[in-house]
């Protein structure tokens, strides 16, 4: 047998645009290991145009798609989340009995993400998960964990996070730190860009209003949280008030398809129409450099996304923290938390945020070279255990 | 709004045959509990009449059952099961959807038992499950394990299963001790069955032969272990071989649709049409009282089934068990481990389980009290953090 | 067994907001209908936020809808189109299987209606297609006949629609002429409504700009055509130009959920985002009823939709009609058509429709009394007959 | 553009084992066609190891297999047709997303060859059907018809099929006479085989009972009808009792996966358990071939396959036609029709049926050239044209 299938094949599954700005560096390294076979499937709301069609993305930084599947059911509500779910494994089993990859990589704890791990993990293909063992306080908080516990091989960002693994059951040998693939990017624009060179606005093709001077300005990046569903659209509404009251340019990006996600439309929609958002610019995508060099250059960013927490750690950006999403997670000194959604206290943040200015790098999520590490472990992991594993 | 809504809806999601009657206790109590609506759903095999109809049972204990679905995948390979479970998935939730139940219940680690715990977790609806925080070899214990991350309050059999379940990260005081309701069966039955009364060839519709003198008997009980498919064979011959050389009876149980099933089906079929089993009568299904009844009566069981290790401790019946399939489940004297497929072995085993006789009962997975407990636990269930979940 | 079932229950599946339109006046009177237990299925874009929740209509016209269900997977593509139609027919077979209808009617001939007579003809439940026969140019058409194929019961709105379905080889006394059902509204909007008593901007929610006179105005409808996806953007450019050019103001439709609707919402988007719409308005949804009575007061309908074809000829508006969309259709004298999309030609037309002012009601598609027609027929269709066909 | 893309992507979807038979000749010329590149895919029961596991002997006979498909939903009953139909257009739109094909082509008319019809067809991409326009009495007759209306080819079988086609509204330049490919096979084996040279029992793995002498023998192919489910079981008794009784060896070969089958089976299988098919070997499979040869040297079929009607016309085979399954069909001077099942009749015809012997060919349903003409219709088909259609 000596000899026989020395190259591996690695299938990794995105499913949305943060997934894949978080792997990409990770990517860029498996694609030059010469044992490796990469193959990309991508599905969910990372095939569609609603959410930027990042597939378009994946091909024009050079890679080659292995499947697209479309699995997204429409209602942006939980039930639909479910189904989504649901139709991942199905579709996503045909295609890994179609490529028969040796090794699966799932990415992070968003909802449709289980399809993957219980495709790969019922299939006897060995899975691999990226950010296991944090800790936040939603549907991905299940998510992550239950993925563990499906997982063969665990990526973390952090020693704490090994931890929290190990002490769910997991086999010590199994649990590997690298570092977040997320502080990779931050990394390469902190060395890269002192500031702000293009203009994001002639570059991405987003709607609202622009003041005359944007040279200061505030990033925001708020989701629904769906285990506070009925929450969603007053926790925005906050938000937009808030901003609104600011003396500074509004860059608002808008959150992924995720129940909820149809009350944020709403009430932006309303804003919008009543001529409210008179210094809000609202974005759909933006490449993940990009969007790290416009956060490097904002006063701070708002909402309530991990981008926050983490990257934003190794930027030294001043981050308000809005409500429960990121609770438990691990978090630097640029964090200023606002537990409660309240105007007048997001208002004060900003002042508080300004006067802190912009830190030094944090290491608590890696040192920029996570990628290089998580293709590192996957190349190494021993192929005989794999082929004892593996059976279709 | 004082009042409004008195009724829990509690719906139990049934999916096999072993799943029913290990509830079955549990279920009598809940429908006898005022403040609960039972609302019954039967899926996957459990509503199939190759695996004997489960659902034709439920209704002849007379429980109402609020829907059935379709949701197997022909193949009985491992891409069918993660179909299976994607199917019901999109299946569940539009059950759930449209019954609204208040809480869902989940029963052990059976792989389609996933798509209750993702319906469910996904929906917000709070999720109760049964028997987590045991160890077993196989798929089964990634599944089991990744439903007590996806589960809100878990009734588990034994105190050890409570430690793991506290330290897999949740809340202690979301962790109930209730025992196993499948020894609650157990228990009626040692109570009120001194002897087999009825003929099991009369009563159920088997296949096979069966000698002049029955009076000893031995039952099997052999499931294919899905990370083991291509041994499933293999193991089946071995077993076959063994208990065709043993000079009695042998009453054989069909296994349950799994990944491997079919390789199982097909050595029973070569040993059938080769006149080799001339000592052994094959059922598909049987009432879990007549089935705890028969093996009551037995010199022993042989196979790899959880009731070898559950009920057979209970009931004090020898166990011969064989390979991993139960390795790190807890288990009482009555266990003889064989854990090399061997012929020879388990023809010796047998001498020693005649030795050995019928034990007392080992209270180990409870005390015939469990389906009370839990029924008691679920009515008990606060309401208000119920209502804060609940997000259609 | 006499008397047995007294009343047959009739399962009508709704997916659409045209689909309701036409067939509100039938179920009115199938509700009123005491031999039948009226069961309403919503599923597809009727119960989706984005295009207009029909589902919340529905309930507020006093029906009780028995089931809904969540099938249209995102993408608005061919693809898309077609698991959507797969999702429906596992989930309407479910509901089928649950609800036990002893007949099921389906209206039209949008893509994912198949789901609803492929689920009802496979399970031998009597399939009622309501305005089978016509002819149009695109997908539709295939979609429409093939559903006649299976249908068993045919309620067509023309002599010459009956023609065909029996041409196709359908038993001639399986086929009924009602007439359209659509023009139940026109004819109830005609006799009781002689000039807008509402104005449609306060009473629905759009968006978009209006002229300070907007007693004068035309009525925009135009949808994708499957078979010329690539083309869809072009053509809404088109016609955008075209009444953006026109001296009235424009209340244009949104289109339904359809493979194409995507090219459409992005030119309006560009169009909107550079304030070319001055004077257009935008509406998503609309009462049935005020639809009617818009269109009544309006200079002229443009697009490509069937209703400029049927309810306009009924109420004598003129209609202008685009490309090939409805190529093949019965129409009467409103309608002037415009095969090639083309700026000046529109601009022309709309010179000709205001000389042409509103004529008189033609008769072409219905007096008004389909709804009643059709209830009856349905509650006539022969007892005997259906139980011998229906068999789960 | 001249010159590129000059080969076509041709997709054959495969769904059963006589699907397969009857298209293998055609795909054998096809392949050889260098302007040609043949996609086969293969879903439902022909990758199912209960019937027979198609796609072994697909790759077997030198084709490449492009993907298989695990579509069927267990439940043999209407509900799982209907599901499994779901399952298939899901599955295949993603696959006909992935392999890009020119044109699909779809044969005959089980119910989940729609599957291929929907997906091909919502998708624009040309679909040709093969064997359209006939008649017999059940579903499938309302899937074929249906699946004209969606096919933009029509490769028939007869002149009278023709004529059919085009009544049904298509355009007579898309519908070819090419005779069924089914007769190459006969005409095959009529040239190359005088007498069995095998034996069945020992080359195929059957289980059952032989008599001694078994030169003289009849054929059994008996399908549930499934418009007649609950009489499926009585009517497979009845074949069951007058086949036992007569005085030769019987072959009875396992019907396809149907709604319905499983009565089949349990009648079967209690004639089995209780000794009464002393003269009956059951076959799952066998070669197309070697069937044919089979029936070559019986003394006549008996049942409700529609190869009594074409296969057994030109190998002038007598054929005992059992109920309405095949009524309208166009049948030669070899079927003998008993309308209604009955034990006597049946006997009586095997009387007639031996009188009558071996008769000339007939060649109503072709000349033995069939897969050629298809092979040829398809390579000529107009690239423009295709390209028009053809829209991802």
Same mark, same amino acid.
């Given at each position: 047998?000596?000899?026989?299938?020395? %190259?591996?094949?690695? =299938?990794?599954?995105? $499913?949305?645009?943060?997934?894949?700005?978080?792997?990409?560096?990770?990517?860029?390294?498996?694609?030059?290991?010469?044992?490796?076979?990469?193959?990309?499937?991508?599905?969910?709301?990372? %095939?569609?145009?609603?959410?930027?069609?990042?597939?378009?993305?994946?091909?024009?930084?050079?890679?080659?798609?292995?499947?697209?599947?479309?699995?997204?059911?429409? +209602? #942006?509500?939980?039930?639909? *989340?479910?189904?989504?779910?649901?139709?991942?494994?199905? #579709?996503?089993?045909?295609?890994? +009995?179609?490529?028969?990859?040796?090794?699966?990589?799932?990415?992070?704890?968003?909802?449709?993400?289980?399809?993957?791990?219980?495709?790969?993990?019922?299939?006897? /293909?060995?899975?691999?998960?990226?950010? +296991?063992?944090?800790?936040?306080?939603?549907?991905?908080?299940?998510?992550?964990?239950?993925?563990?516990?499906?997982?063969?091989?665990?990526?973390?960002?952090?020693?704490?996070?090994? &931890?929290?693994?190990? !002490?769910?059951?997991?086999?010590?040998?199994?649990?590997?730190?690298?570092?977040?693939?997320?502080?990779?990017?931050?990394?390469? %624009?902190?060395?890269?860009?002192?500031?702000?060179?293009?203009?994001?606005?002639?570059?991405?093709?987003?709607?609202?209003?622009?003041? #005359?001077?944007?040279?200061?300005?505030?990033?925001?990046?708020?989701?629904?949280?769906?285990? &506070?569903?009925?929450?969603?659209?007053?926790?925005?509404? =906050?938000?937009?008030?808030?901003?609104?009251?600011?003396?500074?340019?509004?860059?608002?990006?808008?959150?992924? %398809?995720?129940? +909820? *996600?149809?009350?944020?439309?709403?009430?932006?929609?309303?804003?919008?129409?009543?001529?409210? $958002?008179?210094?809000?610019?609202?974005? !759909?995508?933006?490449?993940?450099?990009?969007?790290?060099?416009?956060?490097?250059?904002?006063? =701070?960013?708002?909402?309530?996304?991990?981008?926050?927490?983490?990257? =934003?750690?190794?930027?030294?950006?001043?981050?308000?923290?809005?409500?429960?999403?990121? /609770?438990?997670?691990?978090?630097?000194?640029?964090?200023?938390?606002?537990?409660?959604?309240?105007?007048?206290? /997001?208002?004060?943040?900003?002042?508080?945020?300004?006067?802190?200015?912009?830190?030094?790098?944090?290491?608590?999520?890696?040192?920029?070279?996570?990628?290089?590490?998580?293709?590192?472990? /996957?190349?190494?992991?021993?192929?005989?255990?794999?082929?004892?594993?593996?059976?279709?």
């Amino acid at each position: 047998m000596g000899g026989y299938r020395n %190259v591996k094949k690695v =299938c990794v599954v995105i $499913t949305a645009r943060p997934s894949y700005s978080r792997i990409r560096s990770a990517l860029f390294a498996l694609k030059n290991d010469v044992n490796i076979e990469l193959q990309l499937v991508v599905a969910s709301s990372a %095939v569609l145009d609603t959410y930027g069609k990042v597939v378009k993305q994946i091909e024009s930084d050079g890679f080659a798609v292995s499947a697209t599947v479309y699995n997204v059911v429409s +209602g #942006e509500n939980v039930i639909s *989340s479910a189904k989504t779910t649901g139709l991942g494994i199905i #579709e996503l089993s045909t295609v890994f +009995g179609n490529i028969k990859p040796d090794m699966v990589v799932t990415i992070a704890d968003r909802f449709e993400t289980m399809a993957t791990a219980i495709a790969a993990s019922y299939m006897n /293909i060995p899975l691999i998960h990226i950010q +296991g063992g944090e800790v936040t306080g939603n549907i991905d908080e299940k998510v992550r964990h239950a993925i563990t516990k499906l997982a063969d091989i665990h990526l973390v960002a952090t020693p704490k996070a090994k &931890e929290r693994v190990v !002490k769910m059951g997991e086999n010590p040998g199994t649990v590997y730190v690298t570092g977040c693939p997320s502080i990779d990017i931050a990394d390469n %624009v902190l060395k890269n860009y002192k500031k702000l060179k293009f203009d994001p606005i002639k570059k991405y093709n987003g709607v609202g209003n622009v003041l #005359e001077n944007r040279d200061r300005y505030v990033v925001v990046m708020q989701h629904p949280v769906t285990t &506070e569903i009925s929450a969603a659209r007053a926790q925005t509404r =906050c938000v937009l008030e808030a901003v609104e009251s600011l003396p500074v340019q509004v860059y608002w990006f808008w959150p992924n %398809v995720d129940a +909820g *996600s149809d009350g944020v439309s709403k009430e932006i929609r309303i804003h919008r129409e009543n001529n409210m $958002t008179k210094n809000i610019y609202f974005f !759909k995508n933006m490449s993940p450099d990009d969007f790290l060099v416009l956060l490097l250059g904002s006063d =701070c960013i708002i909402g309530n996304s991990s981008v926050a927490i983490r990257e =934003c750690s190794y930027l030294g950006v001043p981050a308000i923290n809005l409500g429960n999403r990121q /609770i438990g997670r691990e978090r630097g000194k640029n964090v200023i938390d606002i537990p409660e959604y309240d105007v007048q206290s /997001i208002v004060d943040a900003y002042g508080l945020a300004k006067q802190m200015g912009h830190l030094t790098s944090d290491l608590l999520y890696g040192d920029g070279k996570a990628g290089e590490k998580i293709a590192s472990v /996957i190349s190494s992991l021993d192929k005989i255990r794999v082929d004892k594993m593996l059976q279709y």
